[in-house]
């Protein structure tokens, strides 16, 4: 089992940011794709970004671009992604994944694995 684990999450305010953390011990983190994928209360699953193992390719759900950036460090088993002008729309859970999504063709495997699925974090974007 891959374990992944995600921090950063929090309550903010509308047009604020935050920075969500997804780091592991447990595997070659530089072999694998990684995405975030969130969900809200009532609402789908979606894929919000990936990022290619090596190339830094990356993609987003048109609901995030121009607001979200992925990114990762191999060398420090992390990725993060950076969410600024936050939503009330972005409130959900948002779990990091690995080897889980596509960057090239922007697809996103949604059923949850937990062996691939991070705990997650929750978002909270409230005046």
């Known amino acids: 089992q891959l374990q992944l684990v995600e921090s950063g999450g929090g309550l903010v305010q509308p047009g604020g940011s935050l920075r969500l953390s997804c780091t592991t011990s447990?595997?070659?983190?530089?072999?694998?794709?990684i995405g975030w994928i969130r969900q809200a209360p009532g609402r789908e699953r979606e894929g919000v970004s990936c990022?290619?193992?090596?190339?830094?390719?990356?993609t987003y759900a048109d609901s995030v671009k121009g607001r979200f950036t992925i990114s990762r460090d191999n060398a420090k088993n992390t990725a993060y992604l950076d969410m600024n002008n936050l939503k009330p729309e972005d409130t959900a859970t948002y779990y990091c994944?690995?080897?889980?999504?596509?960057?090239?063709?922007?697809?996103?495997?949604?059923?949850?694995?937990?062996?691939?699925w991070g705990q997650g974090t929750r978002v909270t974007v409230s005046p």
């Open positions: 994944v690995a080897d889980q999504c596509n960057a090239y063709y922007g697809r996103y495997i949604l059923e949850y694995d937990r062996d691939y």
């Open positions: 447990s595997f070659n983190f530089e072999n694998y794709a």
């Open positions: 990022i290619s193992r090596t190339d830094g390719t990356t």
